[in-house]
């Protein structure tokens, strides 16, 4: 069976700091690999989705950039992070053909001192 | 502009009622509709999908209907159960898209014992 992993959990980092966040998908190939932001009392927020190894998609500008450099292993990355940053991120994986729902990780609680 | 509107005042409901959860959309025109259970700290978990031209889905304990004239879906929850309180998001997937779907807010639902 298809899993994901997602870590750490929890993060608190100062501002200014660099990030990188970790999601790998096992039990599966070629998945579409997406990363969202869901703020408090908000909706998710999709950041960045790539359909194959090396090839991503940004959907909103900011200091994060997203890289996938094997096919089942998506990082988000940032050089100096934002107060803004702050939030619960969610890697994501759903098979390539059309209408297949998406497979969520358990999130990373971000943190911004 | 396009818009996914769920009620953001959390339902309370009694144990063994029906909860209804509903989803609103403008501006859309959706090849299909997920529904997803998020409950607090997690990712969101898959839980039923309907396709514009399905008037109703059911799973166990959960129906799912799509009115694409009214724009609205709404999704029942049969003999509610403490343990069915959760965050309910619904997302679209628009025809013609990349696939990739567009989450609402989602409604809290907490069933009381």
């Known amino acids: 069976s298809q899993t994901i992993h997602q870590w750490p959990a929890t993060l608190v980092q100062p501002v200014g700091s660099p990030l990188s966040l970790e999601c790998t998908v096992e039990?599966?190939?070629?998945?579409?690999l997406y990363w969202y932001r869901q703020a408090a009392g908000r909706g998710l927020q999709l950041l960045f989705y790539?359909?194959?190894?090396?090839?991503i998609s940004s959907e909103v500008p900011q200091n994060l950039s997203a890289s996938r450099p094997q096919d089942r292993q998506f990082i988000l990355s940032s050089k100096k992070l934002l107060l803004s940053d702050s939030g619960f991120y969610l890697c994501?994986?759903?098979?390539?053909?059309?209408?297949?729902?998406?497979?969520f990780g358990d999130g990373t609680r971000l943190s911004i001192l | 502009s396009q818009k996914i509107e769920q009620n953001s005042e959390a339902l309370n409901i009694q144990e063994g009622k029906t909860a209804t959860l509903t989803c609103n959309y403008t501006n859309y025109s959706p090849a299909y509709l997920q529904w997803y259970r998020q409950d607090p700290g997690r990712g969101p978990v898959f839980l039923l999908l309907?396709?514009?031209?399905?008037k109703e889905k059911r799973k166990e304990r959960l129906k799912v209907t799509f009115d694409t004239t009214l724009k609205q879906s709404l999704f029942h929850i049969t003999a509610s159960q403490p343990a069915d309180s959760a965050t309910y998001l619904c997302?679209?997937?628009?025809?013609?898209?990349?696939?990739?779907?567009?989450f609402g807010r989602g409604t809290s639902l907490i069933v009381h014992p």
């Open positions: 309907i396709r514009e031209n399905e």
């Open positions: 790539s359909v194959g190894i090396g090839q």
């Open positions: 994501a994986w759903s098979v390539q053909t059309g209408n297949q729902p998406q497979h």
């Open positions: 039990g599966t190939s070629n998945p579409n």
């Open positions: 997302a679209l997937v628009r025809t013609g898209g990349s696939y990739i779907p567009t």
